[in-house]
């Protein structure tokens, strides 16, 4: 939250003019959308990807070999100056190590035998991150007291790099820059270098990023910044090429011209960065809005001033919101499925369906593999950056699984299936839990030394027409010429290639295509006279044969980091998929249950009731984990993330421990981060060593915020324990963040919440005892997406096992039959003991016939 906005052209000017470094990229549009309040535009959400196969993964001892090797991946968003830069067909391939085009020179005549590298301080980390920049020429310093004392002593300035293991453009900068040695050498010189992984330490990465955001209004990975020893901001970017052009300057003249400026005149350099560190600490106490911000009626018109906003920027052709570069961005998915079931406008509803169908038959779909890449870089979602993130797959899975309960269209369960098998064969740890991410970046052959973006994934013609005829067998008494004409025409595939130049700046995919579904199965099946069933079964069995020759191509790097906060999000994913009541069902929810008893085994801390972070897988396939000497302790994600998870998963299962563990942990979470003053969680815990800032986040992005899945969990339990408490907190938690605008755009989750909070939950009472035939009616309403569902079992044997004992003495058997009370919008509708008659009544109040 931010609330001192007209400062921003004074602190830009003061930075352009003083330094020159990087111009303005900066619009109106992206500081004006939110009232006195820090825009998150630009910076749409930090988020990465996940997988694995037969190679070692980057972590532990494993990780050692591979950080020697550069590893590249998709950035959340590029800056515009990298965008430019690439458009303009800079840096057409990554230059080789130390050579004079990195540094700016005039390029080597011949490659030089090199001496081998030496390790730095990096090398003992367990970040896959830190790993891959472990023998970089650059003294790199990870996070902590040796670097900051350092500093301190020889009164240097710290530059500080922080990204992650699959960001593209991190790749593309370290080898540009940090593995030249005459950039390191100026680094070395004038610097203290600290390197930080954002989704290890996102406590570091958020404070710095809203101070980037602050004083160019966007922001990108690599985030590159310039702090005192103090680690108090002075001078933010993102991306800096290794020779000016295009109106960047080159990151050796910002090194050398920022180190000049820290000897001659540092006190107008100090006093920029100041004012924006003041005003940034002052914004995270600004008091909640007290005089009933959402007091009666309120709630109803933010609702309906969220849906104008994403109906303006609706993409009524390709889906989605806005233009290029989406992302899938799952909360406003979430909203507007939920802005349905309060409002039934079918527009509602049609944005976030059509939308969800554009990516399920985009590029940004892995028709292979399964699963989804972060975004796509055309509008019509066909080419794409193609790291996965595990936070992605979660929601994906959720939302899909989501979607197929409101409108049974079955592509919606294959594509949440499709990720379920993804996450289990590719970022599965042996023991339950999933890992972070997988690179966008690969080699194309083994033999190749320099990795490329889509390697992995994208294909040429002649490639599928050979592999067809290869397999021709595996067609039956279709021929593979005709197999091939059929697939080619399903997926949009093209002889010279598919991928559109303009969004390939790099060439790196000329002559290959994406696979990308245009029209439908019903046009395919229609164009070829082929029966449904059987297509279905063609592309099975045409997609296998590619993903066992895509097997054998080199993997991409897997991140192998295990962290809590997005595990959670898969929780919920598995559940809301379990939910769906397919054949997989059992093998759904025992995947749940692993999850959950590795989360709580690996990533809690029971004598103290605390959550970790993360952990670090060390190879593929083995059971080992890694973990930090010094253990980093969970953030506010960490906790709201897997809170939520838990309850999703006592929704599916009413398994008791799963709810009772929820609620410890939430009881920890206050402790650890709520602001008993104005309201809201801060992100990191109090006293927290070397932490600036502690921030409140007040934005859904590719993720959800802490704040905003928190406002749903403490309503959800403060009805499942019937404790004022925790709806009162929630809704001092809304307040706080009421000033927002626009409110339901900015924060849609935090807006679902807020119906939530207003309009009460729906209330199923299944009373009868723990029989098949119980089970059969508990079934029958997890099967309807209900989004503000609350459900419990009063089992007239055992009263005592309910969270809630009024509700355990409310509700009675009649004629003593198994009975389901449903109440909706503050209303018990009559009991009924019929499963007919349970469906035909949530069919009414919940279900969509859509013509």
Known sequence: MFRVRPLFPWI?????????????????????????????????????????????????????????????????????????????????????????????????????????????????????????????????????????????????????????????WCHVMEHESFECPETAA???????????????????????????????GSGGWPMSLWLTPELAPLVAGTYFPPKSSFGMPSFATVLKAIARKWTVDKESLVKAGNVLLTALKDNQDAEAVEEAAFGPGSAIEKLREAINV????????????????????????????????????????????????????????????????????????????????????????????????????????????????????????????????????????????????????AWTWDEIEAAFKDQSERFGDMTAERAFEIYTFHYGLKPPGNVPPRSDPHGHLTGKNILIVRGSAEETCSKFDLDAEFFESFLAVANDILHILRNKRPRPHLDTKIICAWNGLVLSGLCELGNCYTANRDQYMQTAKELLDFLRKEMYKPEEKLLL?????????????????????????????????????????????????????????????????????????????????????DHDGAEPCGNSVSARNLVLLGHYYEEDAYIQKAGKLLNFFADVRPFGHALPEMMSALMMHRNGLDLVAVVGPDTPHTHYFMEICRRFYIPSMIMVHVDPAKPEEGSNQRLQTKFKMINGKTTVYVCHERQCRMPVTCPTMLENNLMAFFFSKRD
């Not at 619009?27 to 694995?52: A, F, M, Y």
């Not at 367990?126 to 500093?151: C, I, M, R, T």
């Not at 020889?154 to 790099?161: D, P, R």
């Open 310 to 457: 994403h109906k303006q920027r609706y993409d009524q052709i390709h889906g989605g919101f806005g233009s290029e570069p989406k992302f899938p961005e799952v909360p406003r998915l979430n909203f507007l499925f939920h802005g349905y079931s309060v409002t039934k406008d079918k527009d509602v509803l049609d944005m976030a369906i059509q939308t969800l169908k554009h990516i399920g038959k985009g590029g940004i779909n892995d028709h292979i593999f399964g699963g989804f890449a972060r975004y796509a870089t055309t509008q019509d979602w066909h080419n794409v950056h193609f790291e996965k993130m595990l936070y992605d797959q979660g929601q994906l899975m959720a939302v899909f699984a989501n979607a197929f309960k409101m409108t049974r269209d079955k592509a919606f369960f294959c594509y949440a299936h499709k990720i379920y098998d993804y996450l289990i064969n590719d970022l599965r740890h042996p023991l339950g839990g999933f890992y972070a991410g997988e690179d966008a970046d690969s080699l194309i052959t083994h033999e190749d030394k320099v990795k490329v973006e889509g390697a992995f994934y």
């Open 613 to 697: 972070r993360s952990c670090y897988g060390v190879a593929v396939g083995d059971e080992t984990l890694d973990k930090n000497e010094s253990e980093i302790d969970g953030f506010l994600d960490d906790y709201a993330f897997l809170i939520k998870g838990l309850l999703d998963y006592y929704k599916a299962t009413l398994d008791i421990e799963a709810l009772h563990w929820a609620k410890a942990l939430q009881d920890t979470q206050d402790k650890l981060f709520w602001d008993e003053r104005n309201g809201a969680y801060f992100f990191s815990q109090e006293g927290a060593p070397n932490v600036i800032v502690r921030l409140k986040e």
């Open 186 to 216: 100026i680094m070395n010189e004038h610097y203290v270098n600290i390197k930080v992984d954002r989704e290890e330490r996102p406590d570091i990465d958020k404070v710095y990023m809203q101070f980037l955001l602050m004083s160019k």
């Open 12 to 168: 830009r000017s003061t930075l352009q003019t003083t330094l020159k470094l990087q111009p303005d990229t900066s619009t109106s549009e992206s500081v004006v959308r939110r009232n006195l309040r820090l825009p998150h535009i630009g910076c749409r959400s930090r988020t990465v990807s996940n997988r694995k196969y037969g190679r070692m993964a980057t972590g532990g001892e494993a990780a050692k070999e591979e950080s020697k090797e550069a590893a590249k991946d998709a950035s959340e968003k590029p800056s515009k100056e990298a965008s430019k830069e690439a458009s303009k067909g800079a840096s057409k391939e990554p230059f080789e190590e130390g050579s004079n085009e990195a540094a700016g020179g005039a390029p080597k005549e011949a490659a030089k035998e090199e001496p081998p590298k030496q390790p730095n301080r990096l090398a003992s980390s367990k970040s896959p991150y830190l790993l891959q920049h472990a023998y970089n020429p650059v003294d790199w310093y990870p996070w902590g007291e040796e670097a900051f004392e350092k500093a301190r002593t020889e009164n240097k300035l710290i530059f500080l790099s922080v990204g992650y293991s699959t960001c593209h």
